[in-house]
Structures are given as structure tokens and as C-alpha cells.
């Protein structure tokens, strides 16, 4: 068996919150290279948590620009960055979610690669308090805090952030003082989203970092880049009654993104036709 291509090569890596406690681990042990974090980058201005779910397009777009951002400062040929958005989940405020999105982008060889981890593991919640309201102290405990962060934003979730706040009496006080400066005499509480005052964001990216070093591991037949995997289902599985094509997946297609090579493989599960009730043309 011959070494991965990235054996013994660094990889840059765009951020400024310790993201590489998430990453280092499966990509040292997987692939054998070494995530560097690329220096004087300041990637809070590409966007920051603003208590809104981000388009993931948007997100999408965002992490691969940023992951590019790494070659201004550093002499590689890989890039890695991840965005996350967290907030409410179809307006359920109970029950809150995040998407979290890594991007690759191996320059030499052409390949820009995403991953994506959908969660509902998060303790993102935002509260809003008057100044001097007794129970601030018991709703920054309930957030975790000290061993998670919270913000303290003036008026409104966009408005004026107070950030590395270290003890709850210096949390209340923050309260007390933007509420006071706000125009509607409020705050708000919010837990800081950032990885490395977010244990339980970091384990999340620990767990998308472990997935995309995997796919990275895995190279295409043809060319021998990495990430060759997954790329497209195509559907048409034929009814067991007719024969006709239905919506279930018939094959799954893995490809290389950069030589473009794919090859098509029957379904996991070994089905060859679709049940009838998931037929159309049976129903009709
Ligand atoms: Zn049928
Ligand atoms: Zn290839």
C-alpha cells in the first residue's frame, strides 16, 4: 500500500478560534498530515454568529472563500475552514439546531470539497433582561458558563456585543450597563458560538472533521487524488409488480472531483425493485 498523497504534508488551516483541536486528531491519524493554522488571518471579518440561520448556500460559499484565505499567508497547497449557523429550528424557539459546513480546497489537484453535519446538539439560546432582574445569574449558569461563553448584546441580537465576560458577576454588571445604554432599556444573554469557548461545538466539528478526513482518505482508482466518494443517487428503482421506474434510489454513484471519473454501484441494502405501493403507475 502506498503513503496518501497528504502523508507528511501541512494543511492549512483559516481560523482564529482553536479550530485545530477539532481538526488535527483524524487528519494526523487518517491521512498523516499536519493541520497548521495559517497566521495573521482575522476570518470575524467574513462574518460572525448573528443568532440567524445562514442560507447554507451561503454558508457554503463563505467556508470556501475563507479556507482560500489561507494561501495569502501560508505556502500549501491544501486549505481547510468551517462555518456553522445555530438558532431556532423551524421556529420552534424550544428547539434549537445547527448546520455546521467544512470546506477543502486542494489547489494543486483541483478539488474543492464540502462536508456538511446537521445537529441538534448545542446549547444556543438567547434570553433578554431588563437592568438590575435578579434571575440574569441562574440563566448564565443554566448556559454552562464559565466552561461556555456568553455574549452580552446591547438592545437587540446585532446590536453591540460585550465578549470574554470571565465571571457572572461580570456578566451581570455587563447586563446592567447595555440595558441601561439601550433604547429599549433591554439586553440580551447569548451563548458564545465560537469553537473554543463552545465545548459541545467543538465536538461537533471533531465529529465533521473525522468525516471529511475520511473521505479524504479514500482515492479515486483512476487518478489517485483524494476524496473520490459519494457524489449522486439516481432514482428509477423499477416497481416489484410492473417493472415501471419509481422515486426509490436505484444507484448510488461515487465520483472523483478531480479527474471527474465515477463509477456506479447497486443499492446497499441488495433491493432490486421498488414496493408496489411506492408505485405510481400501480396506484393510478
Ligand atoms: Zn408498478
Ligand atoms: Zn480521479
Known amino acids: 500500500m502506498s503513503a496518501h498523497p497528504y502523508a507528511g504534508k501541512r494543511i492549512g488551516l483559516a481560523t482564529i478560534h482553536e479550530k485545530e483541536r477539532a481538526l488535527a486528531p483524524p487528519f494526523r491519524r487518517l491521512l498523516g498530515a499536519d493541520v497548521v493554522v495559517a497566521p495573521d488571518l482575522d476570518t470575524d471579518t467574513l462574518g460572525t454568529f448573528s443568532g440567524e440561520v445562514a442560507r447554507p448556500d451561503a454558508l457554503v460559499e463563505t467556508s470556501l472563500i475563507k479556507a482560500e484565505l489561507a494561501f495569502h499567508t501560508m505556502d500549501v497547497d491544501c486549505a481547510i475552514a468551517s462555518e456553522g449557523s445555530y438558532g431556532p429550528i423551524d421556529r420552534l424557539p424550544l428547539n434549537p439546531g445547527g448546520l455546521e459546513i467544512m470546506a477543502f480546497v486542494d489547489r494543486r489537484r483541483g478539488i474543492r470539497m464540502v462536508e456538511t453535519l446537521i445537529t441538534h446538539r448545542t446549547n444556543w439560546r438567547i434570553m433578554s433582561f431588563e437592568a438590575g432582574d435578579p434571575s440574569v445569574r441562574q440563566a448564565v449558569e443554566a448556559m454552562g458558563f464559565p466552561d ?29 450597563r447595555e440595558a441601561r445604554r439601550a433604547d429599549d432599556g433591554r439586553a440580551v444573554v ?65 465520483g472523483c472531483s478531480s479527474c471527474g471519473h465515477a463509477v456506479s454501484r447497486a443499492r446497499k441494502d441488495g433491493r432490486r425493485t421498488a414496493p408496489k405501493l411506492s408505485c405510481q403507475a400501480c396506484r393510478d
Not at 461556555?148 to 446592567?176: C, M, P, Q, S, W
Not at 461537533?204 to 476524496?227: D, H, I, N, Q, T
Not at 416497481?239 to 421506474?245: I, V
Open 190 to 254: 447569548a451563548t458564545d458560538m465560537r469553537a473554543h469557548r463552545n465545548p459541545t461545538r467543538m465536538k461537533v466539528l471533531r465529529a465533521l472533521a473525522w468525516k471529511l478526513a475520511k473521505r479524504l482518505s479514500v482515492l479515486c482508482p483512476k487518478c489517485g487524488a483524494p476524496g473520490f466518494g459519494h457524489i449522486m443517487s439516481t432514482r428509477g428503482l423499477p416497481c416489484e409488480n410492473c417493472g415501471e421506474p419509481t422515486h426509490w434510489i436505484d444507484f448510488e454513484v461515487d
Open 148 to 176: 461556555y461563553g456568553v455574549f452580552v448584546i446591547r438592545g437587540n441580537v446585532g446590536g453591540h456585543a460585550v465578549k470574554d465576560l470571565k465571571t457572572v458577576d461580570e456578566v451581570v454588571a455587563a447586563v446592567d
